[in-house]
T-cell receptor
Framework: KAGVTQTPRYLIKTRGQQVTLSCSPISGHRSVSWYQQTPGQGLQFLFEYFSETQRNKGNFPGRFSGRQFSNSRSEMNVSTLELGDSALYLC??????????????FGPGTRLTVT | QKEVEQNSGPLSVPEGAIASLNCTYSDRGSQSFFWYRQYSGKSPELIMFIYSNGDKEDGRFTAQLNKASQYVSLLIRDSQPSDSATYLCAVNPRGSTLGRLYFGRGTQLTVWP
């Protein structure tokens, strides 16, 4: 079974621009979670989507948003980019059909650099 | 504040030894516990998960959970140089949806030949 895929893998943007990242979960997985990883803060939760609904959101400003489509694919968007948004953005999917089936599997990530 | 604490290391062990990685968490009602391995420049890879008190073994890996002490550990037996990576502990606390994990900062492990 194919793993989680993320596109693009690398991205360079300028301050003030916006960016959209895409994530395709493992086939059959209904939950998609997004994380930001930086050397200073480690892995931090952004949000989770299940059946096209955002179920939980981390402590990030409103510039960070996301959505999920009916096929479980998900996108996240960051508007008005700041230098501090430079990070590895990770998407993780899980089956989520039972309380003990929330093991999350990560994609390869999108490395975003803001200049 | 839901905190997950790990020794940052680095932890250095010789090939063939047992590597012991430790993690404590602050939310007593936490339900699910995960260990991820992350190689430099790569994304985290799930290697173990545990939900009940006690030990869970998978090949060379053993996860140990003690909810009373709010402590979870990972033992790697017969350590190999290929085990050299950063190991991340992740916890799903009570009150969160199950899709939200809190991560420790990771322990860097080096296995030398």
């Amino acid at each position: 079974k194919a793993g989680v895929t993320q596109t693009p893998r690398y991205l360079i943007k300028t301050r003030g621009q916006q960016v959209t990242l895409s994530c395709s979960p493992i086939s059959g997985h209904r939950s998609v979670s997004w994380y930001q990883q930086t050397p200073g803060q480690g892995l931090q939760f952004l949000f989770e989507y299940f059946s096209e609904t955002q179920r939980n959101k981390g402590n990030f400003p409103g510039r960070f948003s996301g959505r999920q489509f009916s096929n479980s694919r998900s996108e996240m968007n960051v508007s008005t980019l700041e230098l501090g948004d430079s990070a590895l953005y990770l998407c993780a999917s899980s089956l989520a059909d039972h309380p003990h089936s929330y093991e999350q599997y990560f994609g390869p990530g999108t490395r975003l650099t803001v200049t | 504040q839901k905190e997950v604490e790990q020794n940052s290391g680095p932890l250095s062990v010789p090939e063939g030894a047992i590597a012991s990685l430790n993690c404590t968490y602050s939310d007593r009602g936490s339900q699910s516990f995960f260990w991820y391995r992350q190689y430099s420049g790569k994304s985290p890879e799930l290697i173990m998960f545990i939900y009940s008190n006690g030990d869970k073994e998978d090949g060379r890996f053993t996860a140990q959970l003690n909810k009373a002490s709010q402590y979870v550990s990972l033992l790697i037996r017969d350590s190999q140089p290929s085990d050299s990576a950063t190991y991340l502990c992740a916890v799903n606390p009570r009150g969160s949806t199950l899709g939200r994990l809190y991560f420790g900062r990771g322990t860097q492990l080096t296995v030398w030949p």
